[in-house]
T-cell receptor, first 114, second 113 residues
Framework: AQSVTQPDIHITVSEGASLELRCNYS??????LFWYVQSPGQGLQLLLK??????LVQGIKGFEAEFKRSQSSFNLRKPSVHWSDAAEYFC????????????FGAGTTVTVRA | EPEVTQTPSHQVTQMGQEVILRCVPI?????FYWYRQILGQKVEFLVS????????KSEIFDDQFSVERPDGSNFTLKIRSTKLEDSAMYFC???????????FGSGTRLTVV
């Protein structure tokens, strides 16, 4: 079955430390891959997306993600977290097999401690 | 930067009442969507809309739901007779052909009491 998995429900990280959020997908072919961020009470903001080409994708707010086909993963990283990065992060995929509808993972809540 | 605008930001309604959630997509976008996020759960697809008709809908999108683009700018989601389980955050999104990184609005939090 097609799925998007974010194994970590909640991550706490110190300000200035690095952050990595995991995302794994299960689809027949390489889907289009996205990371969205949702701050409390706010909508979904697109951080970055991968369609093809360079497997390391740069996004907004200093985030990057790496597509690894062999691991069916698209992990999100940030070298140095700021307090404003506290939010919920969603991995999402769109695939031809799913008529390119966005399917979301369950989300990872990031808490930043001072 | 262009935005998708949703109104109202919060709505409280009594069970059985009709609600209309409004969205103004980005002006040059051609595909429109509604998604729903029940508190603590995943964001779920409801419906997609293109060329003035529904292109796809999920199992959630039953006869109680309808969408409309009444005037070429607004995109509305109507729930005819709300149920308690319709309480959720409803997100509108729009996109251009070939770009699946939709732009989402900030959502309408619907509370059915």
């Amino acid at each position: 079955a097609q799925s998007v998995t974010q194994p970590d429900i909640h991550i706490t990280v110190s300000e200035g430390a690095s952050l990595e959020l995991r995302c794994n997908y299960s689809y027949g072919a390489t889907p289009y891959l996205f990371w969205y961020v949702q701050s409390p009470g706010q909508g979904l903001q697109l951080l970055l997306k991968y369609f093809s080409g360079d497997t390391l994708v740069q996004g907004i707010k200093g985030f990057e993600a790496e597509f690894k086909r062999s691991q069916s993963s698209f992990n999100l990283r940030k070298p140095s977290v700021h307090w404003s990065d506290a939010a919920e992060y969603f991995c999402a995929v769109a695939a031809r097999s799913n008529d390119y509808k966005l399917s979301f993972g369950a989300g990872t809540t990031v808490t930043v401690r001072a | 930067e262009p935005e998708v605008t949703q109104t109202p930001s919060h709505q409280v309604t009594q069970m059985g009442q009709e609600v209309i959630l409004r969205c103004v997509p980005i002006s040059n976008h051609l595909y429109f969507y509604w998604y729903r996020q029940i508190l603590g759960q995943k964001v779920e697809f409801l419906v997609s809309f293109y060329n003035n008709e529904i292109s796809e809908k999920s199992e959630i999108f039953d006869d109680q739901f309808s969408v409309e683009r009444p005037d070429g700018s607004n995109f509305t989601l109507k729930i005819r007779s709300t149920k308690l389980e319709d309480s959720a955050m409803y997100f509108c999104a729009s996109s251009v052909p070939g770009d699946y990184g939709y732009t989402f609005g900030s959502g309408t939090r619907l509370t059915v009491v």
